[in-house]
């Protein structure tokens, strides 16, 4: 079955640290892939999204997240979180043969502490 | 309006009630879908138009889901005779990307459904 697999449920960083949340997905194909943030209340803003091309894209708020093919993995990172940071980071693919709708991993919960 | 819009933010339903969720799109997005957000979960994919015509209805969990988007505009998804487990948060998306395509989908704030 088509999964988005987020190992992480809670990752918690001192600021100014860095940051990685992984990502792993198990398709045949290459999907477009997307990293998403949801804040308590808020609705989920796209941070950086990949379909072609470079590998290492740059997304807002300094965010990037690397496509590796060989692992079938796209994680984010960020070189020094800030407290406005925490929230939950979904990754989401859309698989084509499948229609155009996302299919999101479970969520990486990050709490910052100064 | 910029962005899109989701009414009510909340609803508290009885069990048994039926309740009408309403997603003003992106204006000019062809393409609106609805996801299903239950706690601590991530979003799963409920249903999916481009323009008026429903196009992928695979997500929806039962018959007493139903979706319109009678004018290729504002969508109502609604919920007949309620139970607990339809308690969540309903996210519209909308996108301007058609069949076929694929393009960054923008989210609604989201209606949280409490059902007692």
């Known amino acids: 079955a088509q999964s988005v697999t987020q190992p992480d449920i809670h990752i918690t960083v001192s600021e100014g640290a860095s940051l990685e949340l992984r990502c792993n997905y198990s398709y045949g194909a290459t999907p477009y892939l997307f990293w998403y943030v949801q804040s308590p209340g808020q609705g989920l803003q796209l941070l950086l999204k990949?379909?072609?091309?470079?590998?290492l894209v740059q997304g807002i708020k300094g965010f990037e997240a690397e496509f590796k093919r060989s692992q079938s993995s796209f994680n984010l990172r960020k070189p020094s979180v800030h407290w406005s940071d925490a929230a939950e980071y979904f990754c989401a693919v859309v698989l084509m043969e499948y229609g155009n709708k996302l299919v999101f991993g479970a969520g990486t919960i990050l709490r910052v502490k100064s | 309006g910029a962005g899109v819009s989701q009414s009510p933010r909340y609803k508290v339903a009885k069990r048994g009630q039926d309740v009408a969720l309403r997603c003003d799109p992106i204006s000019g997005h062809v393409s609106l879908f609805w996801y299903q957000q239950a706690l601590g979960q991530g979003p799963e994919f409920l249903t999916y138009f481009q323009n008026e015509a429903q196009l992928d209805k695979s997500g929806l969990p039962s018959d007493r889901f139903f979706a319109e988007r009678p004018e290729g505009s504002v969508s109502t998804l609604k919920i007949q005779r309620t139970q607990q487990e339809d308690s969540a948060v309903y996210l519209c998306a909308s996108s301007s990307a058609g069949w076929g395509g694929t393009d960054t989908q923008y989210f609604g704030p989201g209606t949280r459904l409490t059902v007692l």
């Open positions: 990949y379909f072609s091309g470079d590998t």
